[in-house]
């Protein structure tokens, strides 16, 4: 017998043994179960005067109220608002966030950050250990050599690995424990494009009032899971008076399982509310059937049913865009528009739902954000933002290609439906 055919017998019963030690493993995790269904059904419109107490109580969200004094919808906005913030600090500065990369943007946020510190103003961060694992030790070193706390949240542990799914996607900056924004940008070169292309499209709003103390708490959470000493003084949580405040939901999306997910309770509620439109943004798409079917019921029944999503040209993350594009069938048949942004990347979440209702933050419309993820997203009836949602929906639009049936018949068996279909079971389970 020949060495190498003992070698490729060695090699075959590795990979086999190996496959089997897999799929086990999946199984006990429960890979294969059968899904949940969410389904409800007759749900008050977003005008009924306890639709927020409904809808809070159905996700697990939290019922406030805060003034939103500013929205943005432009990366440099985004990154210059966050910069003026911080400079105005005089006592604490909380900041938590999934994805930090090399650059002229983190620079600048590191350089405004150790000022402020070396004033004296108590900076915390709360880093997600995966989404900043591109930025060098150094960069920490330089930050906590300047007075800056920093921990990082869910490093891998070699014993319990799979935990290691569990990620914090929040983005949340916190001021003297007055001032909040929150949106879905992160610490990255990458939201600028480059001298070929416009920037990203992604949004953030500023909030005072009610609303922050109830994000310091949150904050808190996260710091001290991570390791760090929370610090519970009255100011931290003390609520600043502010005329007109409007009612908010704050869902965090904590601990999210497969039986019961805050956001995807959110979301799917939600669009059961409409009676005239639902108009939808992720830059990540991947809805279950029991969204494709909420989807397809609301524009059964007569409501414009659009979303935006990212383009194959334009995506950062090229095998979610295969994974999505297969689960588009059902919803083109029915008349659903679904339109790729075409400029650059498109990274919003957004849901405009009838003409008062909107819910933006960090949650995507896929499973991760469902099931993994670690999210805050707010959901309003105040109409600067519902307006300003609107008008950024709109000129998405206008600046994208609609999908049509035609083409995604015509799609890639290899690309679209055997690869992403096995991207699509594995963003399922990790």
Not at 243 to 251: D, F
Not at 274 to 282: E, G, N, V, Y
Not at 374 to 384: G, N, R, W
Request: glycine share 6%; aromatic share 12%.
């Amino acid at each position: 017998m020949s060495t190498l055919f003992l070698i490729l017998r060695s090699l075959f019963w590795f990979l086999l043994g190996f496959t089997g030690v897999i799929l086990v493993s999946l199984y006990i995790r429960g890979a294969f179960r059968a899904p949940v269904k969410y389904r409800v059904k007759d749900g008050p419109s977003p005008e009924a005067p306890r639709f927020s107490t409904v809808l809070a109580s159905l996700s697990t969200s939290l019922l406030t109220s805060g003034t939103i004094t500013h929205f943005w919808s432009q990366p440099d906005q985004i990154q210059a608002a966050r910069l003026a913030a911080i400079k105005t600090a005089q006592r604490t500065i909380h900041f938590e966030t999934f994805f930090m990369t090399p650059g002229r943007r983190a620079n600048d946020f590191a350089a405004a950050l150790a000022e402020r510190a070396a004033a004296g103003v108590k900076v915390q961060l709360a880093i997600d250990a995966y989404g900043a694992n591109a930025l060098p030790k150094r960069y920490w070193q330089r930050l906590q050599a300047a007075g800056v706390r920093v921990v990082f949240f869910n490093r891998f542990d070699w014993r319990a690995p799979s935990n290691f799914a569990g990620r914090t996607h929040r983005k949340l900056l916190l001021i003297d424990g007055h001032v909040a924004l929150i949106g879905g940008a992160g610490i990255s070169d990458h939201w600028d494009g480059d001298d070929q292309t416009p920037p990203w499209l992604d949004i953030e709003v500023r909030l005072e009032g009610e609303i922050v103390p109830i994000l310091e708490g949150m904050f808190i959470q996260h710091w001290t899971y991570s390791g760090g000493e929370a610090n519970l003084r009255a100011e931290t949580f003390r609520a600043d008076p502010a005329q007109g405040q409007a009612l908010i939901l704050v869902t965090p999306g904590n601990n999210p399982t497969y039986r019961f997910s805050p956001i995807r309770a959110l979301k799917e509620n939600t669009i059961v509310a409409a009676r005239k439109r639902i108009w939808l943004a992720s830059p990540y798409l991947i809805p279950d059937r029991n969204s494709r079917e909420l989807l397809i019921e609301a524009k059964q029944s007569g409501v414009d049913v659009r979303i935006l999503t990212a383009s194959l040209k334009n995506i950062d993350k090229k095998y979610v865009y295969y994974a999505a594009y297969e689960l588009y069938g059902d919803l083109l048949k029915n008349g659903i528009e679904i339109y790729e942004y075409l400029p650059n990347m498109t990274h919003a979440k957004m849901l405009l739902i009838d003409d008062q209702w909107v819910n933006m933050g960090s949650a995507n419309f896929d499973p991760r954000s469902f099931f993994h993820n670690e999210e805050l997203d707010i959901s309003t009836a105040d109409p600067m933002l519902q307006q300003s949602i609107e008008r950024v929906f709109e000129n998405a639009f206008a600046q994208s290609q609609r999908m049509s049936l035609k083409d995604w018949q015509h799609r890639s068996w290899w690309r679209h439906r055997l690869f992403g279909s096995l991207v699509r079971f594995f963003q399922w389970q990790l």
